[in-house]
């Protein structure tokens, strides 16, 4: 089987799934309100396993494992940082058993390293402390149990991302760069992402030069995620501009309700899709897929649409 940066260049465009998380949520998983699904590899494994497999049924040729909020930093909140290498490695395992129950094609696994701080933290970001390391063993952890590529999501500062790509890319696996973006309140310059009500200033970068400062730490291709459907486009334009390798796209749509964590108002399949087929056409976009608030039949439309492209 050609590799992932050989399938990028042959100009294939891939299917990654949905939001893992939400989805986890969506079938009656309560979140933590700090580690967020992390906790679920732990208390409803099948869940976890079964919406890898749903995805993969559906027809997403990358699944990623539920490890985006299972870093020792963020587990350490809830008294679990001693549990945090058993943890990503169940949830690995979990994808992996999900493809060798269903998938009738090869299916990569993607390990997801984050962002995240503990989600009560005021920080946007998880730095400080010993954030480096908790990071440098997640990577190395998810390389040993297996995945075939790690996806650096919601990139939106310089510091904190510098870390998480350069410990992914130590891996020596293909690295997936997932910036997260908003438009600023001029509604022209984009910016990088900021979700938190607090004076937190770590994230409030100009994109463009965010990703001028970080692109010279490597990573195979670079894209827009956790972005609402709205802004992805303006931060595909700019990301264009700035990252020379392949792009991907998978946004989030529909509106966070707390404290439960559920999306409401999403984007139906096809309008979703009818999205990701401009982000491809205007802006060549290869990797595509969902972020919160997408689930498996948005996958599944997804699939139509780019097995219809390719006729």
């Given at each position: 089987m050609a590799s992932l940066n050989e399938r990028l260049q042959n100009g294939e465009i891939l299917l990654l799934d949905g939001g893992v998380?939400?989805?986890?949520?969506?079938?009656?998983?309560?979140?933590d309100k700090n580690v967020w699904s992390g906790l679920a590899t732990k208390t409803h494994p099948d869940a976890v396993r079964q919406v890898h497999a749903d995805y993969i049924e559906?027809?997403?040729?990358?699944?990623?494992?539920?490890?985006?909020?299972t870093a020792r930093h963020v587990l350490e909140s809830i008294?679990?940082?001693?549990?945090?290498?058993?943890?990503?490695?169940?949830?690995?395992?979990?994808?992996?058993?999900?493809?060798?129950?269903?998938?009738?094609?090869?299916i990569l696994i993607a390990g997801s390293m984050s962002s995240m701080p503990p989600l009560t933290s005021h920080r946007e970001v998880a730095i400080g402390g010993q954030v480096q390391s908790s990071y440098q063993e997640l990577a190395e952890g998810l390389a040993h149990a297996g995945v075939d590529l790690i996806i650096a999501e919601?990139?939106?500062?310089?510091?904190?991302?510098?870390?998480?790509?350069?410990?992914?890319?130590?891996?020596?696996?293909?690295?997936?760069?997932?910036?997260?973006?908003?438009m600023a309140e001029n509604g022209v310059d984009v910016r990088s992402l900021r979700w938190k009500n607090t004076d937190d200033t770590t994230s409030a970068h100009d994109f463009g030069e965010m990703v001028d400062n970080l692109?010279?730490?490597?990573?195979?291709?670079?894209?827009?995620?956790?972005?609402?459907?709205?802004?992805t486009g303006p931060?595909?334009?700019?990301?264009?501009?700035?990252?020379?390798?392949?792009?991907?796209?998978?946004?989030e749509t529909g509106k966070l309700v707390l404290p439960d964590?559920?999306?409401?108002?999403?984007?139906?399949?096809?309008?979703?899709?009818?999205?990701?087929?401009?982000?491809?056409?205007?802006?060549?976009?290869?990797?595509?897929?969902?972020?919160c608030g997408t689930g498996p039949e948005h996958i599944r439309?997804?699939?139509?649409?780019?097995?219809?492209?390719?006729?």
């Open positions: 998380s939400t989805e986890i949520r969506r079938r009656g998983v309560t979140l559906a027809g997403a040729q990358i699944i990623t494992a539920n490890t985006y909020s008294n679990l940082g001693h549990e945090s290498k058993m943890i990503n490695l169940k949830s690995v395992q979990l994808a992996q058993q999900a493809r060798d129950e269903v998938a009738a094609e090869p919601m990139m939106r500062d310089v510091e904190n991302a510098g870390i998480v790509i350069r410990a992914a890319v130590s891996t020596g696996l293909p690295v997936l760069i997932g910036f997260s973006a908003m692109k010279p730490l490597g990573g195979l291709a670079a894209g827009i995620m956790h972005t609402r459907v709205e802004d931060a595909l334009e700019v990301l264009r501009q700035h990252w020379p390798g392949p792009l991907m796209a998978y946004a964590w559920r999306y409401e108002e999403v984007s139906s399949p096809r309008e979703y899709a009818a999205q990701i087929e401009g982000w491809i056409r205007n802006y060549g976009v290869q990797i595509v897929g969902g972020c439309v997804l699939r139509q649409l780019l097995d219809g492209l390719g006729d």
